[in-house]
């Protein structure tokens, strides 16, 4: 069993920055890769940033490449994501995500355990 806490949400005005953070628990976390996906009002849940286990191998949605980073911190069992240039298509629940396995993911069907979600909000 893992459990996943997000943390980092908020309101931000449009080309500013959030850092969202999960830190995970379980006795076989070291075991997941980990991924940030989103879903806003009336959408499904969409990918948006996935790293490897080794933290080594990430991956992007087209809509935030460039403009996001996920990364880890294995001594705190956290996993980042900073955004930058941040747009009001941007808002949603952000959901931190788990899959057992050593390489990055993009669907929502592989996924083993979700956090709870943290709301951003990008004011234009």
């Known amino acids: 069993q893992v459990q996943l806490v997000e943390s980092g949400g908020g309101l931000v005005q449009a080309g500013g920055s959030l850092r969202l953070s999960c830190v995970a628990s379980?006795?076989?976390?070291?075991?997941?890769?980990m991924g940030w996906f989103r879903q806003a009002p009336g959408k499904e849940r969409e990918f948006v940033a996935s790293?490897?286990?080794?933290?080594?191998?990430?991956y992007y949605a087209d809509s935030v490449k460039g403009r996001s980073t996920i990364s880890l911190d294995n001594a705190k069992n956290t996993v980042y994501l900073q955004m930058n240039s941040l747009k009001p298509e941007d808002t949603a629940v952000y959901y931190c995500?788990?899959?057992?396995?050593?390489?990055?993911?993009?669907?929502?069907?592989?996924?083993?355990?979700w956090g709870q979600g943290a709301q951003v909000t990008v004011s234009s």
């Open positions: 995500a788990a899959r057992r396995g050593s390489d990055w993911f993009t669907k929502t069907e592989v996924v083993d355990y």
């Open positions: 379980g006795r076989t976390y070291s075991s997941y890769a």
């Open positions: 790293i490897s286990r080794s933290g080594l191998r990430t």
